[in-house]
């Protein structure tokens, strides 16, 4: 059998193809012209958007430059107001950020909805294009290789028609190829989507948790205006009582913690310098450094008597907490709940896998609970001055996760102010230098 002759015997296959050619590249447009125009409509919205957010970003740099100001002079009354207002006008920012960020993060969900379907359209009718082809070529099946050649008049019409199939069949391989791919795209705004979706639910934590820390800026003002009835030495009194109970807390604290007993195995934790935690916010700003160890506490004056088992990190009420890697919330707690308590405020403790364990003390607002799973870069909270705090600043501990334990003051012994509030206690030995284990700043 001759080439010739053996490609004529596939002449009736790729005939019947011929049939429905003419209506295939209407139905392979991945998207109608109408849905096309809707989501370019959409995507102009989302860009318009975009724009009024990067705008907004712009204020709340500038309140947070004007904060640092604030927080660099000295404590007075006027100045603590001072403080408490540009961080009311800095969190309202925050809110309209976050309320923007949320709608348009809608306008792109819809813009995706519409893509999804218009893609879902396209593959239904190229499916069905491409179904009536193989019914026809099922049909021409029963024509035999002398009908079809009998169909022509003469030899130059017959090549011609079989040249012309050829570039048909090519064009309905490109078809298919035209659907897995259709196919794929689907696949991925689908996914895009989902992960939409699940923005917008974090959007949304964030909006109702901003609302909460500018209801305790305004209860904050009052209370502050109402214990000093508006006067500096009431002010000046105020802040000399939280100092000295503050340090009698510290005291009665390191006691207990220099009785506690805890060996630390070397291999159980991550080796000093590995940079295992991102850090947890976006700008870092050291206040005080690391300073809690055994020859702290047995040469106080070696740190000029301040034993610091974290460090502090300047920033604005309101700034994003994030976890520093992977973990589970092992506790949640506030010692403001117990009167006349200067010690952490809102704080966290979450447990990660490497055998560390971290704290974020004086938070504003908590977003997680007891229990919950977190993905590195997760929003655990935002910063505050909750506690005994002289500002606004995120507490960060790191801690050996075998030594840390979380109980009432009052399980150990009585403490001052703070006996039935809950807290992480470590010995000594289970403190290490968050410094050791974060990217060079």
Same mark, same amino acid.
């Given at each position: 059998m001759t080439p010739r002759f053996s490609f004529l015997i596939d002449l009736r296959y790729a005939a019947a193809f011929l049939i429905g050619a003419a209506m295939l590249p209407s139905l392979f447009a991945a998207f109608p012209a109408m849905a096309q125009t809707e989501a370019e409509r959409l995507q102009r919205e989302i860009d318009d958007r975009n724009e009024r957010l990067a705008s907004i970003e712009k204020e709340i740099a500038a309140y947070e430059a004007e904060l640092q100001k604030v927080g660099a002079e000295k404590s007075t009354l006027q100045s603590a107001i001072n403080q408490l207002e540009l961080e009311r006008k800095k969190i309202q920012a925050d809110i309209r950020l976050t309320e923007g960020k949320i709608k348009s993060t809608d306008v792109e969900i819809d813009k995706l909805s519409l893509e999804i379907s218009d893609a879902e359209k396209s593959i239904m009718s190229n499916q069905a294009a491409i179904g009536e082809n193989l019914r026809l070529l099922s049909q021409n099946e029963n024509d035999s290789l002398i009908e079809v050649f009998l169909r022509h008049d003469n030899l130059s019409e017959f090549w011609g028609e079989v040249e012309e199939l050829e570039t048909v069949r090519q064009s309905m391989r490109d078809r298919v190829d035209d659907l897995s791919r259709l196919k794929e795209l689907l696949g991925g705004k689908v996914e895009e989507e989902s992960d939409k979706r699940s923005e917008l639910v974090s959007l949304r934590d964030q909006f109702a948790g901003q609302h909460s820390i500018l209801e305790g800026n305004k209860k904050e003002k009052t209370n502050l205006l109402t214990a000093t009835k508006n006067e500096e030495a009431n002010y000046q009194k105020l802040l000399a009582d939280k100092k000295a109970a503050r340090d009698q807390l510290l005291k009665e604290v390191q006691a207990i913690e220099s009785e506690l007993r805890f060996i630390l195995d070397p291999n159980s934790i991550p080796t000093k310098g590995s940079s295992v935690f991102r850090w947890p916010l976006d700008k870092v700003i050291i206040t005080q450094y690391f300073g809690y160890t055994k020859f702290a506490l047995q040469n106080a004056g070696v740190y000029k008597n301040n034993m610091h088992n974290g460090i502090d990190l300047g920033a604005a009420v309101g700034t994003k907490i994030y976890a520093p890697l992977t973990g589970t919330v092992r506790a949640t707690g506030n010692t403001?709940?117990? $009167?006349?308590?200067?010690?952490?405020?809102?704080?966290? /403790?979450?447990?990660? $896998? &490497?055998?560390?364990?971290?704290?974020?003390?004086? /938070?504003?607002?908590?977003?997680?609970?007891?229990?919950?799973?977190?993905?590195?870069?997760?929003?655990?909270?935002?910063?505050?001055?909750?506690?005994?705090?002289?500002? $606004?600043?995120?507490?960060?501990?790191?801690?050996?996760?075998?030594?840390?334990?979380?109980?009432?003051? &009052?399980?150990?012994?009585?403490?001052?102010?703070?006996?039935?509030?809950?807290s992480p206690f470590s010995a000594i030995e289970g403190y290490l230098d968050p410094l050791d284990y974060l990217p060079a700043s």
């Open positions: 403001d709940s117990v $009167p006349g308590c200067y010690s952490w405020g809102q704080w966290v /403790l979450v447990d990660h $896998p &490497n055998g560390l364990a971290t704290l974020y003390a004086h /938070l504003s607002y908590i977003g997680v609970s007891a229990g919950q799973k977190l993905d590195t870069g997760d929003v655990i909270g935002y910063v505050g001055a909750t506690g005994y705090a002289t500002g $606004p600043h995120l507490h960060f501990t790191v801690y050996v996760s075998a030594a840390v334990q979380v109980k009432r003051f &009052n399980e150990f012994k009585a403490v001052t102010g703070c006996g039935a509030a809950f």
